[in-house]
């Protein structure tokens, strides 16, 4: 095993139990399995996801006490001894598949997001709020060395997650794909690498501030749901028939009913964003007669990782991020559940 200096103790985020108080505090800096790497996490990104594991919205059995966050960027520091392909220095990216089997029937055929094995990163293994993270080599994600790493950072949940919802989505160039949540974290990188992969992408989300973000984004047309009283109209409206794809981001049911109407015939609407005990309610006739598919997409492999960073290494995609502190993830949550973010919250772990 090599290493370079690495502290005994560091500052994390950690909760006892859902709901209980999220307690900034100093804790032992953790040790790498044979099959991890130790990676000097200096960058985090909140993911919405992080918020529902903390109010214990999923039935997800998390491990406790827990550190959450999963959009990580950072330095490797320290190699487990079976650690192949890394090494002290490298730049590593720690994503919410922290570890799978690779040898059930899905890992087999890359879709590792169904591994019944799999390990959560801030769900069933301490995650990225705190200075130091340990990560399974195989699942965690080579950075190029010059990346920015505050910037990458939403890549390695929310951009990986969108980028695979958009390919589930089976659109060609040209056609519509409406984004269901447009301006939170995944929302915002959903509109890039839709325009970059040659849609014409329509948000649904509120306020000015959030339009404003949308347009300088590269989005076309978008509806404020608090002020379009007939959202499924205007959709179909502006799109002459139906949009072609939907990517539900959104944390609401109801939005996500209505995608299934404003889809156009043939479509596909990608349910992405997971409200706590919620149905996706689809009317039969309409989906019926239209042949709409409704499918479910979960986060992304290592070949959608690789992918979705390449994007945003060729400045196809950005990340628009605002840079807090650590110590600041509760009173972020707060912002997140009450809908207030725009864009991404990226956490300096050091602060
Ligand atoms: O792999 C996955 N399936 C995956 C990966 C990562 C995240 C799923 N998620 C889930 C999260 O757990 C969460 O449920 O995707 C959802 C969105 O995550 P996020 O982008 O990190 O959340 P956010 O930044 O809070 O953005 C949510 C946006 O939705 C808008 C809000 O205004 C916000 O901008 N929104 C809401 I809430 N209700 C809306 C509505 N009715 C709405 N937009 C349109 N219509
Ligand atoms: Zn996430």
Redesign the pocket.
């Known amino acids: 095993m090599s290493s370079q200096a690495i502290p005994k103790s560091q500052k994390a985020i950690v909760f006892y139990e859902t709901n209980g108080k999220l307690e900034y505090k100093d804790i032992a800096v953790p040790e790498p399995k044979a099959n991890e790497i130790l990676v000097h996490v200096k960058y985090s990104g909140v ?3 992080d ?2 594991a903390w109010r214990g919205d999923w039935p997800f059995q998390l491990k406790f006490p827990l550190i959450g966050g999963h959009e990580g960027a950072g330095v490797v520091v320290k190699l487990g001894s079976n650690v192949k392909g890394w090494k002290v220095g490298d730049l590593a990216g720690i994503k ?1 598949l922290n570890g799978t089997c690779m040898s059930c029937e899905y890992c087999e055929v890359g879709n590792e ?1 169904q591994c019944p094995h799999l390990d959560g990163t801030g769900f069933t293994h301490d995650g990225t709020f705190q200075e130091y993270a340990t990560a399974d080599a195989v699942q965690a994600a080579h950075l190029p060395q010059n990346v920015d790493l505050p910037e990458v950072a939403p890549i390695l ?2 951009g990986v ?1 969108v980028y695979k ?1 958009l390919k589930r989505a089976n659109l060609i160039p040209g056609q519509w794909v409406t984004i ?8 915002s990188l959903a509109i890039q690498y839709a325009t970059a992969m040659g849609y014409r992408v329509i948000g ?3 306020g000015e501030t ?1 339009k404003r973000l949308f347009e300088g984004l590269g989005g076309e047309i978008f509806i404020d ?1 608090t002020k379009e009283k007939d959202i499924v109209g205007a959709v179909i409206k502006a799109t002459d028939g139906g949009s072609h794809g939907v990517v539900n ?4 049911e ?2 996500i009913e209505a995608s299934t109407r404003y889809c156009r015939p043939n479509g596909t609407v990608v ?5 706590a005990h919620a149905y996706c309610k689809s009317d039969i006739f309409n989906q019926v007669v239209k042949s709409i598919s409704i499918v ?4 992304g492999n290592r070949a959608d990782t690789r992918e979705a960073l390449d994007f945003f290494a060729r400045h196809l995609v950005k990340s628009p991020i605002r840079l807090a502190g650590l110590s600041d993830v509760p009173k972020i949550f707060e912002e ?1 559940e009450n ?1 207030d ?2 864009g ?1 919250y990226v956490v300096d772990t050091s602060k």
């Open positions: 993911c919405h996801s918020l529902h919410w997001s949940c929310a997650t919802a269901s949540g447009a301006c939170g974290g995944l929302g649904i989300d509120e959030k749901f981001v959104s944390v609401s109801a939005a349910l992405v964003g997971m409200p479910g997409s979960c986060v997140m809908g973010i725009v991404r």
